[in-house]
């Protein structure tokens, strides 16, 4: 069984920038959380999708941010405009109930110069 | 709001030695305590967790970790470490969230493993 996948493994863009990251959950999981670890420091929440609603984004930093998983499948968390402060690494998770063990992704590395 | 502190940020043992990872954590009703692994490339896996129960738990790869609530800690231990230990470890406390563990994370213990 595949487990989560994300895409890219690594994006570079520039400060102004839209980067669109993505995370594929295993299949039949309709809870899908995204986090991030800025380098150095805890990962971080930043929210959680049942199916294709938003069960929690008290973790969003801000605006720029917009995270949407339509369909229930797959889901996209695009950043626009990125800042220098949004770096660091963006892992998903998901899990087949809410109180399921979460299967994390290896992450997206991302780097805004 | 909870918190975890890993005091640690790199350790560094030998191959066959003992490990211990420290966690303290702060949190204001019965925690929820996990350890979770992140292998070079991989996503975090996890370890162990504690919900309730036995304060002894034991997880995968050898692992176990002793919640004590006296001292607030949840300590990852392994009587003797292999080169493929290393990794780096993090321990978590989760809150519930609206029937969701969100896990709150603690900065990461990197383990290295000198042969």
Known sequence: EAGVTQFPSHSVIEKGQTVTLRCDPISGHDNLYWYRRV??????????????????????????????????????????PAELEDSGVYFCASSWGPRGEQFFGPGTRLTVL | AQSVTQPDIH????????????????????????????????????????????????????????????????????PSVHWSD?????CAVGADSGGSYIPTFGRGTSLIVHP
């Open chain 2, 86 to 90: 290393a990794a780096e470890y993090f």
């Open chain 1, 39 to 80: 380098m150095g420091k805890e990962i971080k929440f930043l929210l959680h999708f049942v199916k294709e609603s938003k069960q929690d984004e008290s973790g969003m930093p801000n605006n720029r941010f917009l995270a949407e998983r339509t369909g229930g499948t797959y889901s996209t968390l695009k950043v626009q």
């Open chain 2, 11 to 78: 350790i560094t043992v030998s191959e066959g030695a003992s490990l211990e990872l420290r966690c303290n954590y702060s949190y204001g009703a019965t925690p929820y305590l996990f350890w979770y692994v992140q292998s070079p490339g991989q996503g975090l896996q996890l370890l162990l967790k504690y919900f309730s129960g036995d304060t002894l738990v034991q997880g995968i790869k050898g692992f176990e970790a002793e919640f004590k609530r006296s001292q607030s800690s949840f300590n990852l231990r392994k």
